[in-house]
């Protein structure tokens, strides 16, 4: 009998890239990927125009010859534009796209095991729509303290210089992990704080997906396919580690 290899996160996250082509699972990739394209193209075509009118009462309080620097402030303006604008859309469509994750997470379990969640209709689904959002409110709650904690910490003389950066990116880590688990974890009514201890039981796959998601997340225009890529590999984790734990629950993840 062949011996399976130990799988990291990197890998989980990798098969996402597997998972979303799948055909089964495709609709449910693309209508939250085209609603946020389509908020993020008007977003940005509105953002544009107030750069333009910022760029030309700029021009109208400078000296003509220097308005040769909008060659270089625009495409840094539009650059930063994009970066920040693409941070925004990933938490904000984290929202919006909630109960099509939990559908995605759902099919993604269906395709690797072969056996239904019954869940129910669609009108399940819209019943259950306030407590898929108050599951991503506790999230945010859980979320908001630590964040201005260890931001705080980018003010401390030394520490923001060195430690702050490393810790930051850590905590990223195990957000980017708890906030895309946490969709099939919650579609087994899971609750928040069992399956924060589940992943700290396996912390080195939680960090490493956490951080891959996380790298992949910091790429403009790229971090669009991440939420459906990071919820396929999270499900894919979640059958791998934890669903035979909480199915017998004697049984402790590795």
């Not at 709650?141 to 260890?150: G, M, T, V």
Request: aromatic share 16%; with cysteine; net charge positive.
């Amino acid at each position: 009998m062949a011996i399976q290899p130990v799988k990291s996160g990197v890998n989980y996250f990798l098969d996402g890239f597997k998972l979303i082509k799948q055909p089964g699972l495709r609709a449910f990739v693309f209508i939250p990927l085209m609603v946020n394209l389509i908020l993020f193209s008007t977003a940005i075509y509105f953002a544009v125009g107030k750069l333009d009118d910022l760029f030309g009462w700029m021009n109208s309080q400078i000296p003509e010859y220097l308005t040769w620097l909008n060659f270089f402030l625009w495409p840094l303006a539009i650059i930063s534009l994009l970066v920040v604008m693409s941070f925004v859309f990933s938490s904000v469509m984290n929202w919006i796209a909630a109960p099509f994750n939990g559908l995605l997470a759902e099919k993604v379990e269906m395709h690797l095991t072969g056996k239904s969640l019954n869940s129910g209709t669609t009108i399940d689904l819209i019943k259950d729509l306030p407590r898929i959002l108050g599951r991503e409110w506790i999230k945010l709650k859980y979320y908001l303290p630590r964040a201005l904690i260890f931001l705080v910490l980018f003010i401390v003389p030394v520490v923001g210089q060195t430690a702050a950066p490393i810790l930051w990116f850590l905590f990223s880590a195990w957000m980017m992990a708890i906030q895309y688990c946490d969709f099939p974890f919650d579609n087994h009514k899971v609750p928040f704080n069992d399956m924060k201890f589940a992943l700290s039981q396996t912390k080195g796959t939680s960090y490493t997906f956490g951080a891959t998601v996380t790298l992949f997340s910091m790429i403009p225009i790229v971090n669009f396919i991440v939420m459906p890529v990071a919820i396929c590999g999270a499900t894919a984790m979640w059958v791998d580690k934890y669903r035979e734990a909480y199915k017998h629950p004697e049984i402790a993840p590795e």
